[in-house]
C-alpha cells in the first residue's frame, strides 16, 4: 500500500492501538528536534506511562529541557525495570538516545532500586563518576519517599550544574 492509500475496512474503523511507525515508536509518536518523544492518542485512548501527574511531567520535561541546555549535554531519564546488568541494559538504553554520544542518561528501575548513570563518549570527561555520584545523592532522598520525578530532576540539576561549562 503506497503513502496516502486509503486501507480497506470491514467495520468502519482501524485498529491502529498497538500498531508501530518506521521508528518503531507507537503511531501517532515522534521524536522531536530536541530528542524528545512526543505522542499524540486516538480517542479513547490513554497513554501507557507510569502514574505521574501532568504537572510532573511537565516539571520533568522542563528540567530535562534547562539541564541539557545549561550543560550542553542531552540529558535523558528511563524509568523502568532493568535486566539483572543494569549497567549493561542502561547502555543499551543510551544507544537508542538522539545523539547518544553526546548524552547522558539518569535509569531508575525502582522494583530493584538501582540507580545508573551512563554517559556517550563525547561527554564522558565531563559526566563522570563523580558528577554521576552527585547526581545519585541529590536523587536519593526524594526515592526514599517514593518521590520519583523530584528525585530526577535534582538529580538532573546538581549534574547539571556540575558540567556546565563556564
Do not use: H, W
Amino acid at each position: 500500500m503506497a503513502s496516502g492509500d486509503i486501507a480497506p475496512q470491514n467495520s468502519g474503523v482501524i485498529d491502529l492501538i498497538g500498531a508501530y511507525n518506521d521508528e518503531g515508536l507507537p503511531l501517532g509518536a515522534a521524536v522531536t528536534s530536541s530528542g524528545r518523544i512526543s505522542a499524540a492518542l486516538f480517542p479513547g485512548a490513554t497513554f501507557d506511562t507510569p502514574p505521574f501527574s501532568r504537572d510532573e511531567l511537565v516539571m520533568l520535561d522542563d528540567a530535562l529541557r534547562d539541564a541539557s541546555n545549561l550543560a550542553e549535554v542531552r540529558f535523558s531519564t528511563f524509568i523502568g525495570d532493568l535486566g539483572e546488568d543494569v549497567t549493561a541494559d542502561a547502555r543499551a538504553i543510551l544507544a537508542r538516545c538522539p545523539e547518544p554520544a553526546y548524552a547522558a542518561l539518569i535509569a531508575v528501575s525502582p522494583n530493584t532500586r538501582d540507580i545508573v548513570v551512563v554517559s556517550g563518549s563525547e561527554v564522558a570527561g565531563r559526566v563522570n563518576d563523580r558528577v554521576a555520584e552527585l547526581g545519585v545523592k541529590a536523587a536519593v532522598p526524594a526515592f526514599r519517599s517514593n518521590q520519583l520525578i523530584d528525585g530526577l530532576v535534582a538529580a538532573l540539576r546538581v549534574m547539571a550544574t556540575a558540567v556546565a561549562r563556564p
